[in-house]
């Protein structure tokens, strides 16, 4: 498991398929697969910069 602050992530094999598991703050896990969670990632890059400690200027940051 990785933690990001607030947010764990792991990564889960079930068959064929891997899958990324995202939980943040005590939360239900949320089963992303890879695909999915690489499009969410780069969504949030876009939108809220590239790190907690600097992120984006952009108007849906706040």
């Known amino acids: 498991m990785q ?5 764990s992530v792991e990564e889960h094999i079930s068959g064929d398929t891997p899958w ?6 005590g939360a239900d896990w ?6 999915d969670a690489l499009r969410l ?6 939108t809220y ?10 108007a849906h940051a706040a």
Do not use: K, N, Q, Y
């Not at 990324?20 to 703050?25: E, P, W």
């Not at 990632?41 to 876009?46: E, G, K, Q, S, T």
């Not at 910069?49 to 952009?58: F, I, K, V």
């Open 3 to 7: 933690t990001f602050g607030a947010v």
């Open 30 to 35: 949320s089963w992303l697969t890879r695909d």
């Open 41 to 46: 990632a780069r969504h949030w890059m876009a």
């Open 20 to 25: 990324i598991a995202v939980r943040a703050r």
């Open 49 to 58: 910069g590239t790190t907690a400690e600097h992120p984006s200027t952009d």
